[in-house]
């Protein structure tokens, strides 16, 4: 893919492209058209869907525009204004103990490969990599020191090199300070795509271990998604909004 101009040869610190970056630019492109396309994604307002976790059903909805977030179970409600997360009746009940970890956990998951193409995300090709006895075109994803609460996360996206649709996931996580940064030690197989109003979606995530390259046992982690929904326009906004009495969290 040839640059149309001089800009698209620099990158996002001023610096000029390397072969890898340039790489990874165009294989992210060829991963979101195999998931639909970064317009198709753009058109719509709002995601719902329901996370099946371990048996248990757990609502889910999120302004793709400005990442206001709004989650439901039997147990507990936990949103994003925009500026707070928040968590009621408390976040204790909530996965992590943290309504700014929680709020878009999933939600960021299931909607890789395209909040990739968000502010700040840098991506490397990093060539074949063989995992089991198959072969994956594979994608390096890091942040810049000013994005989000853990620019310190490392994402490896694994793509069939033949369709380019993502099937494994292998990530750090930094949120927690008890984290070591850059440690890579869980994997999460994609499955079970479905056609939701022009963008395939997984219906299945499954984490496994992962250690030096190799996929580990099962970690007894699966999420199924139902009830997958684009919002041309979010018709209840007003859920986002902090519950009287809700823990709150700041998020940068």
């Not at 990158?11 to 639909?36: I, M, N, Q, W, Y």
């Not at 995992?131 to 994956?136: A, D, L, R, V």
């Not at 997984?202 to 030096?212: S, T």
């Not at 929904?229 to 986002?240: A, D, S």
Request: proline share 4%; aromatic share 14%; charged share 25%.
């Amino acid at each position: 893919m040839k640059p149309e101009n001089e800009k698209l040869n620099t990158s996002v610190d001023g610096g000029t492209l390397t072969p890898e970056v340039r790489k990874g630019r165009d294989l992210l492109d060829k991963c979101l058209e195999a998931h639909g396309g970064l317009d198709t994604w753009r058109q719509f307002e709002g995601l719902q869907y329901t996370v099946i976790n371990n048996g248990t059903p757990v609502y889910q909805l999120t302004n793709l525009n400005d990442r206001r977030a709004y989650i439901k179970s039997d147990l507990f409600e936990v949103g994003f204004d925009g500026n707070m997360a928040w968590a009621y009746p408390d976040a204790s009940k909530v996965s992590g103990g943290s309504a700014a970890f929680y709020y878009n956990l999933d939600f960021y998951f299931i909607s890789i490969p395209f909040v990739l193409k968000d502010p700040g995300v840098l991506t490397t090709y990093e060539g074949l990599t063989e995992i089991g006895e198959k072969k994956y075109e594979t994608l390096k994803v890091t942040f810049r020191n000013d994005v989000g609460f853990t620019p310190d996360d490392i994402y490896y996206l694994y793509l069939d090199p033949e369709s380019f649709l993502l099937q494994i996931l292998v990530y750090s996580v930094s949120f927690f300070e008890t984290t070591e940064s850059g440690v890579l030690n869980t994997a999460k197989i994609y499955s079970n795509y479905q056609d939701v109003q022009g963008l395939l979606m997984p219906g299945k995530m499954e984490n496994l271990g992962w250690k030096n390259g190799v996929l580990g046992e099962g970690k007894n982690h699966i999420r199924e998604f139902k009830n997958i929904r684009f919002l041309k326009t979010i018709p209840n906004p007003q859920l986002f909004s902090i519950k009287q009495g809700a823990a709150t969290e700041k998020v940068d």
